[in-house]
C-alpha cells in the first residue's frame, strides 16, 4: 500500500504509483464486477413463461402526460437492459421524463423446453397479450410499439398481421428486413454458404447458446470486440466517466442468454436465406404477412455504419408498407451505439421523441 | 491516461526528465498502436465478409457437429436411462410440465383479461346507473315542485271566497 509516503520515494514518483495503484484497482474492479444497470423504476405488470411485461413509473403527472403509450420490444437474445443502460444515460428514463407511459416487453432466457418456441409464439401469442395488457392499464385503445434489431422483426410482423389493433405508430429500430444482398454484412454471407445448416445446429444444441451469438456479433468486428475495447479502457481508467460507461456496456454485452431454437432456424432459414419477410412469403400460423397491411405512422430508425443490420436490409421497407406517414431517419453511427452510445442522448432519443410526441396525442 | 500530462516538469531534475521521455515515447508508441490496430482491424473486417471465411468456417462448424453428434447421442441415451432406472424425471417430463404450465398460463391470462372487461363494463355500467340516479332525483324534484305549485294555487284560490272552509281545508291537509 502506498498511504505512507517515503522520505526516499520523490512525491513525483509516489503521485505516479497512487494513480497506477487507484488505475489497477479500477481495472480489476470494471472486469470483474456487474455494474448496476436498468436502474429505472418499474413493475412487473404481466408475465407469460420467460417473459415479463414491464411499466415504467411515470414521474410526469398524469394530465401532462403522452395519451398515446408506448411499447418498446427488444431482441431476443440479449437482455434489453440496453434500453435502460444506467441513470443518466438511459433511453427509457428520458422517455419517461419526456411524459410517456413506457412498457417493456423483456422476452427472459428460453430454457430448454422453450426450443420449439418460434416467431409464430412470439408475435400471435405474446405480443397481442402484452398488448392486452398494455391497453388495460394504460386505459388507452392505441399505442405505439418501438422494435429494435429482431424485435423489429417481429413488431414489423405483427403491424402487418393485426393493423387494425390499435398500433397508432411504430418505430423501427436498425431493423434486418431485407436479405436480397447476400454480400451485405457478415451474418447473411455466414448463413448463405450452402455448407451452413441452422437445423445441424438446432439439432445439436436445442436452444443455440448464447455464447456462440456472442462470437458471431464480435466476430464481425474481431479487433475492435476483442482488443479495442479493452484498450479503450486502459487508456481511459483515469477518466470515471469513460470507465463508468465501459464498466456498464460490458455488464450488458457479457450478460448473454440463448436464442429458442426454433426461433433461430426460422430466422437464418426464412429470412436469411430464403428472404420470406420482404418478398411476401413469409406465413405465420397460416396468415401470410403482407407488409402492404402495415397503415401505422412508420418511424424507420437506420444506423448508418451497421455492421450487423446494414442500411440496405432496413431500407427497403418504407416501399413495401401502405403507411401514409413515414420518414426514413439515417443515423451516423453502429448498430448498438446510435441508441447506447454517447451521441445517442444529444441526437437520436431527440428525435424520436419528437417525431413521437406530435403523433402521441 | 489518455490526459495530456500537465507541463509542470523541472528540467534539471532528472526524475521529471525521465517523466518527458517516457510521456513522449508513451505517445509515439500509442499513435503506433492505433494506427496498426486500425489497418488490422480493416484486414480482419475484410477477412470474415470474405467467401473463404464463410465456407471455411461453415465446414468446420459442420464437422463438429457430424463428430459431436454420436458422443451427443450416447450421452443422451445414457442419461435417459440412468435417469429412467432412478426413478427420475427426464428432460421430457420436465418439458412437458413446462408446456402444460405455459398453457395454464395462457388460460389465467385470456381470464384475467375476461375479469378486466367485466371490471371496466361494471364501472362504466354503475357510472351511467349513477347518472340515471341524478336523473331520477332531478325529475322526482321538478315533479314534487310542480305539485307544490299546484297545492300552493289550490290554495290562494280557496283562500278568497270562504275563509273558514280554506282553513279548515289546511288543516286536513296537515
New interface residues.
Partial sequence: MLSSPSPMIPPALLDQLKQAEENARTLLRVTTSRANIAQTPKEVIWTLNKAKLYRYIPVVPAEKRHKIPLFLVFALMNKPSILDLRPGHSFIEYMVKQGYDVYLMDWGAPGPEDKDLNFDDYVLDYLPRAIRKVKAVSGSDEFSMLGWCIGAILTTIYAALRPDSGLKNLILLTAPLDFTDKTAGGFVRWVSDQTFDPAKIVAAFGNVPGEMIDYGAKALKPVENYIGSYLTLWDNLDNPRIVESWHAMNTWVTDIIPIAGATYLQLTKELYKENRLIEGKMVIRGERVDLSHIRASLLNVIALTDHISPPCQSESIMQKVSSTDQFLFKVKGGHIGIMAGSGAQKFTWPHIDSWLAERSQ | ???EPENTNNSLDP??ML?TVRDSTLKSW?TM?DAS?ES??KM??EL??S?AY??T???E??SY??L??PL?QLIDISTTQVLAKLNMPQ?AD??RI??R??NL??RL?DLD?KL?EIQRAIATQSASKQAIGTTNIETRLDDLGARLAEIQSAIAALSTPKHTASTAKTKGEN
Fill in positions: 491516461m489518455s490526459k526524475f521529471d517523466n500509442n498502436r490496430l488490422w482491424s480482419m473486417i470474415v465478409n467467401e464463410s465456407k468456417t461453415a465446414q462448424l459442420d457437429l457430424t459431436s453428434q451427443r428432460r420436465v418439458t413446462a408446456e404450465l405455459t398460463e395462457i391470462d383479461a378486466d
